[in-house]
């Protein structure tokens, strides 16, 4: 139970362009998930938290406007990164708690983003 | 300011050496504290939740502990297929803050 998963595993784009990332939950309903950024031998940054039905929240430093989230249902959010450039080539990875509780959250696998 | 802090940043074993790996937090008010293991190229993978102090919790050759400063990760006869990352996060609201990890590597 209680699993995550994400699509596409990996894109590669060309600057300039938008990526669209999904997270389902698969066998759970989750109120809320969370997307993360993680760089290369770093831990994971939280990016911001998507609400089904409400707009997100968004950490300190993170563009809203860059990086814009969407949770229309129970089991999917989406994470667009919009007119990707090189420096946001990273591996994002969300996440989900199951509902009415979101003390253990269930990660995806993970999504790498090259952009060239 | 809430943090964490993970030591060491890498471990080396030998299979069957076991050893601990330390988890250091600082937070307003905790309402969990969480272990990962991450291995390369994939997501966090769930291994425990402890929230109060004294609490333990084990899992195959894994045993978490919490005190009111800290946590600790004991390995007891760690096998090859235990090297990956181990994450350390603590929840002081509705969201995770993560440590830098613990890199695991045992060999044969």
């Known amino acids: 139970g209680a699993v995550v998963s994400q699509h596409p595993s990996w894109v590669i784009c060309k600057s300039g362009t938008s990526v669209k990332i999904e997270c389902r939950s698969l066998?759970?309903?989750?109120?809320?998930m969370f997307w993360y950024r993680q760089f290369p031998k770093q831990s994971l940054m939280l990016m911001a938290t998507?609400?089904?039905?409400?707009?997100?929240?968004?950490e300190q430093g993170v563009e809203k406007d860059k990086f814009l989230i969407n949770h229309a249902s129970l089991t999917l959010s989406t994470l667009t990164v919009t007119s990707a450039h090189p420096e946001d080539s990273s591996f994002y990875i969300c996440?989900?708690?199951?509902?009415?509780?979101?003390?253990?959250?269930?990660f995806g696998p993970g999504t790498r983003l090259t952009v060239l | 300011e809430d943090q964490v802090t993970q030591s060491p940043e890498a471990l080396r074993l030998q299979e069957g050496e076991s050893s601990s790996l330390n988890c250091s937090y600082t937070?307003?008010?905790?309402?969990?504290l969480f272990w990962y293991r991450q291995d390369p190229g994939k997501g966090p993978e769930f291994l425990f939740t402890l929230y109060s102090a004294g609490e333990e919790k084990e899992k195959e050759r894994l045993k978490a502990t919490l005190t009111k400063k800290e946590s600790f990760l004991h390995i007891t006869a760690p096998k090859p297929e235990d090297s990956a990352t181990y994450l350390c996060a603590v929840q002081p609201g509705g969201k995770l803050i993560f440590g830098q990890g613990t890199t695991l590597q045992v060999k044969p």
């Open positions: 066998d759970f309903q989750a109120t809320t």
């Open positions: 996440s989900a708690g199951l509902e009415g509780k979101t003390d253990t959250q269930y």
């Open positions: 937070v307003s008010g905790l309402r969990g």
């Open positions: 998507s609400n089904e039905g409400s707009k997100a929240t968004y």
